[in-house]
T-cell receptor, first 112, second 116 residues
C-alpha cells in the first residue's frame, strides 16, 4: 500500500512559487520524507529530504507539519525546466537497504 | 554524485527472446537496484542487486524472469527473459553510497525496451 498521497497533477505560472503537497499520515517516528523528481525521459533526481524540521537547499524548501503527517515541497521560482513528476517518499533513515518505494507522484506543469 | 551508464539505451525485441541490460557506475557503490517503469506509470522496484550473491527480489518479481548479476561494486546486469509485449518498459539502474549524509539514490537514464 502507498504510504504517501499526492495530487495527480498541478500547474503553476513560470516565476511563481510551486507548492506541492504530500500526505503521509501513517509516517513512523524513524521515517524521513524524501522528494525526488523525474523530468521526461530522464531518471529520477533527488531534491531534498527531512525528518521534522523545515529544510532548504539550492533546489527547494521542504515544510513538514508539526505532527509530521503532511509536508509541502516548495519551488520558490518555478521555471519551465521544473516541469516534471514529483515523488514524495517516506523511508526509514536507518534502513540499510536504502531502497525507495515510489508512489504515483504529482505531475507539475509550469506554464509560460 | 555518481555517473551511471546503461546499455542499451533502447532496443526493440521480438517476443520470446531475452535481453541483458548493463549498468556501469563510475565509482564503487554500496547498493545497486533495478526498477521498472511501465508506460505512463511510476517506478516499481524489481530487486536489489547483491554483490557476489543472489539478488533480493520484490514481491511479484522472480529470478527466472529477471536474472540479475553483480560481479563487483561498479557493475550489474539485468536480463529480461522470454519477453512478451507486457515487458515493454523503461528499466532503470539505481545506486546508493553507504555513509552518504543524504541517503539519496542516483539513477541512470534508463533502458527503453519495446517488445513486439
Amino acid at each position: 500500500d502507498a504510504k504517501t498521497t499526492q495530487p495527480t497533477s498541478m500547474d503553476c505560472a513560470e516565476g511563481r512559487a510551486a507548492n506541492l503537497p504530500c500526505n503521509h499520515s501513517t509516517i513512523s517516528g524513524n521515517e524521513y520524507v524524501y522528494w525526488y523528481r523525474q523530468i521526461h525521459s530522464q531518471g529520477p533526481q533527488y531534491i531534498i529530504h527531512g525528518l521534522k524540521n523545515n529544510e532548504t537547499n539550492e533546489m527547494a524548501s521542504l515544510i513538514i507539519t508539526e505532527d509530521r503527517k503532511s509536508s509541502t515541497l516548495i519551488l520558490p521560482h518555478a521555471t519551465l525546466r521544473d516541469t516534471a513528476v514529483y515523488y514524495c517518499i517516506v523511508r526509514p533513515w536507518m534502513d540499510s537497504s536504502y531502497k525507495l518505494i515510489f508512489g504515483s507522484g504529482t505531475r507539475l506543469l509550469v506554464r509560460p | 554524485s555518481a555517473v551511471i551508464s546503461q546499455k542499451p539505451s533502447r532496443d526493440i525485441c521480438q517476443r520470446g527472446t531475452s535481453l541483458t541490460i548493463q549498468c556501469q557506475v563510475d565509482s564503487q557503490v554500496t547498493m545497486m537496484f533495478w526498477y521498472r517503469q511501465q508506460p505512463g506509470q511510476s517506478l516499481t522496484l524489481i530487486a536489489t542487486a547483491n554483490q557476489g550473491s543472489e539478488a533480493t527480489y520484490e514481491s511479484g518479481f522472480v529470478i527466472d524472469k529477471f536474472p540479475i548479476s553483480r560481479p563487483n561494486l561498479t557493475f550489474s546486469t539485468l536480463t529480461v527473459s522470454n519477453m512478451s509485449p507486457e515487458d515493454s518498459s523503461i528499466y532503470l539502474c539505481s545506486v546508493a553510497r553507504g555513509g552518504s549524509n543524504t541517503g539519496e539514490l542516483f539513477f541512470g537514464e534508463g533502458s527503453r525496451l519495446t517488445v513486439l
